[in-house]
């Protein structure tokens, strides 16, 4: 698999915690480049357009007002496989199911606040990096 790009959002349990350059950490460590970053504060808007999926799921409205009660930072990360290996860095969505090692396992607080987002295809991975970063916003 050819070099890729992810979408990913540091979420804002890690922004609370003071911890997103932990959490960077570990991103790099397994070979991803960070090659966008911005801090910023979600509307409501931008939180429902990005989990639109989830729209008809009963933890939606709490998602939503989790992703808007303070800062993330999103981000692009690209490297080898960059879809899969960021999903296989994060850990299972719900941290007493993550793997050792994982963000999840050593940071996430609960299935809803699990500290972060990363793109499951990279078809979606175009569409949300799309919502947050214009081609100018990427150094790579
Ligand atoms: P992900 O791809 O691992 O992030 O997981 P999903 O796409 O299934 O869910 C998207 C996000 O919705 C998760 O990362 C959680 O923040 C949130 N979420 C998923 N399941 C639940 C749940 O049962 N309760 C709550 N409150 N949030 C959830």
Excluded: C, W
């Excluded at 008809?56 to 490297?79: A, I």
């Excluded at 972060?116 to 991975?125: C, F, P, Q, R, T």
């Amino acid at each position: 698999m050819a070099n890729e790009r992810t979408f990913s959002i540091l979420k804002p349990d890690a922004t609370r915690r003071n911890i997103t350059g932990a959490v960077n950490a570990v991103i790099e460590a397994a070979g991803l480049r960070i090659v966008a970053q911005r801090r910023i504060r979600m509307t409501r808007e931008q939180a429902e357009k990005f989990y639109e999926v989830h729209k008809e799921r009963p933890f939606f409205g709490e998602l939503v007002e989790f992703m808007t009660s303070g800062p993330v930072v999103v981000q692009v990360l690209e490297g080898e496989n960059a879809v899969a290996k960021y999903r296989e860095v994060m850990g299972a969505t719900n941290p007493a199911q993550a793997a050792d090692g994982t963000i999840r396992k050593q940071f996430a607080e609960s299935v809803g606040e699990n500290t972060v987002h990363g793109s499951d295809s990279a078809d979606n991975a175009k569409i949300e990096i799309a919502q947050f970063f214009t081609d100018a916003d990427i150094a790579a």
